[in-house]
T-cell receptor
């Protein structure tokens, strides 16, 4: 597609429920990144994919968080048993390759998750 | 490991005044440095980047930044602020291999007063 698409744009869920956040990167971009943005905390790196592989999962905050990418395209970030501290904006970005710092990242508009 | 520190979580300037947003980096290897802008309810947009070519980098919307190794700084400037510049600005760093994802600062919110 023309840009990075994230869905849903807003999600309100009850504490303890599971949620799935979707990211559809720019066609042809092999690298995909997930960040979490909390008020006053900047962007926190969660995980990145090169193709379907995730070389670096060190940013995932707990084992309740997981992510996958299929077909080198769409990625899903899953949060199990959501907690109130999971409330944040989840941003996805893609780039031509893992050397994306040379090309720059293209960000989606994010999914705003609210856990009540 | 790389990190960036943005001085001032909120900066307020008058329309037409100089914009100066500060960023200092920490890196054990030569870094690549970036400035991104985020408008309300939108994702981040690349303003400019330093990738070891010219130390003075010009970006979109009249912004520029200068890489100063001796000061480990990469401050963002614009000679004359417009109302449309009001947004959140993020500085980010990576190593030159590109093998590590960007590390972002906490952001600086710029307000422009008419």
């Amino acid at each position: 597609g023309a840009g990075v698409s994230q869905s849903p744009s807003n999600k309100v869920t009850e504490k303890g429920k599971d949620v799935e956040l979707r990211c559809d990167p720019i066609s042809g971009h092999t690298a995909l990144y997930w960040y979490r943005q909390s008020l006053g905390q900047g962007l926190e790196f969660l995980i990145y994919f090169q193709g379907n592989s995730a070389p670096d999962k060190s940013g995932l905050p707990s084992d309740r968080f997981s992510a996958e990418r299929t077909g080198g395209s769409v990625s899903t970030l899953t949060i199990q048993r959501t907690q109130q501290e999971d409330s944040a904006v989840y941003l996805c970005a893609s780039s031509l390759s893992v050397l994306g710092t040379n090309y720059g990242y293209t960000f989606g508009s994010g999914t705003r998750l609210t856990v009540v | 490991a790389q990190s960036v520190t943005q001085l001032g979580s909120h900066v307020s300037v008058s329309e037409g005044a100089l914009v100066l947003l500060r960023c200092n980096y920490s890196s054990s290897v030569p870094p690549y440095l970036f400035w991104y802008v985020q408008y309300p309810n939108q994702g981040l947009q690349l303003l400019l980047k330093y990738t070891s070519a010219a130390t003075l980098v010009k970006g979109i919307n009249g912004f520029e930044a200068e890489f100063k190794k001796s000061e480990t700084s990469f401050h963002l400037t614009k000679p004359s602020a417009h109302m449309s510049d009001a947004a959140e600005y993020f500085c980010a760093v990576s190593d030159q291999t590109g093998n590590t994802p960007l590390v972002f600062g906490k952001g600086t919110r710029l307000s422009v007063i008419a």
